[in-house]
């Protein structure tokens, strides 16, 4: 079974743009869940997607949203892109509504200059 | 809310030998599940054991075993046996066993231990 696919692996983009990244869970899984790793911050919960339906949200602001498909892929959108939102974004995918394992892509590397 | 905390910001030891990464967590739930994670220089996080707090055994996967402290919230994660191959940062996790509460469904992490086998 495949695992995790995130798209695209690494991206460049300037201070004020926006972006849109994407992630397709494991074949099955229904909840996706998106973190966002900095060395400085670690690692942070952003949101969680199960069925389409956002059930949690992280701190982070207005900027940062997402959006899950009826095939369970997710897609997160940051926009007016600062400095600080380089970092390596990871997705998660669990297969039902009370799991607890989460399994992880491989990550998008998000580098605003 | 919830915290996990790694006090060891880095580890080493040598191949074969046994090594024991630290984690402490703090919360006011009872039912909760605990993870550890790996992440290699890949960035790739792999899953390498998870504990039900529920459960009062130790889980134990192949090489890797923890020991659960429920009452003094303590995680620890023992390597036996290390091999090159298990170098890599690793990450202890707290999740919620509470459906509709604020913390479930997501996964709060320690600021992680970078593990360095030498041969």
């Known amino acids: 079974k495949a695992g995790v696919t995130q798209t695209p692996r690494y991206l460049i983009k300037t201070r004020g743009q926006q972006v849109t990244l994407s992630c397709s869970p494991i074949?099955?899984?229904?909840?996706v869940s998106w973190y966002q790793q900095t060395p400085g911050q670690g690692l942070q919960f952003l949101f969680e997607y199960f069925s389409e339906t956002q059930r949690n949200k992280g701190n982070f602001p207005g900027r940062f949203s997402g959006r899950q498909f009826s095939n369970s892929r997710s897609e997160m959108n940051v926009s007016t892109l600062e400095l600080g939102d380089s970092a390596l974004y990871l997705c998660?995918?669990?297969?039902?509504?009370?799991?607890?394992?989460?399994?992880f892509g491989p990550g998008t590397r998000l580098t605003v200059t | 809310a919830q915290t996990v905390t790694q006090s060891q910001p880095e580890m080493s030891v040598q191949e074969a030998e046994t090594v024991t990464l630290s984690c402490t967590y703090d919360t006011s739930e009872s039912d909760y599940y605990l993870f550890w994670y790996k992440q290699p220089p890949s960035r790739q996080m792999i899953l390498v054991i998870r504990q039900e707090a529920y459960k009062q055994q130790n889980a134990t996967e192949n090489r890797f075993s923890v020991n659960f402290q429920k009452a003094a919230k303590s995680f620890s994660l023992k390597i036996s046996d290390s091999q090159l191959g298990d170098a890599a940062m690793y990450f202890c996790?707290?999740?919620?066993?509470?459906?509709?509460?604020?913390?479930?469904?997501?996964?709060?992490f320690g600021q992680g231990t970078i593990l360095t086998v030498h041969p």
């Open positions: 996790a707290y999740r919620s066993a509470y459906p509709g509460g604020t913390s479930y469904g997501k996964l709060t």
């Open positions: 074949s099955g899984h229904r909840s």
């Open positions: 998660a995918s669990s297969w039902g509504q009370a799991a607890y394992e989460q399994y």
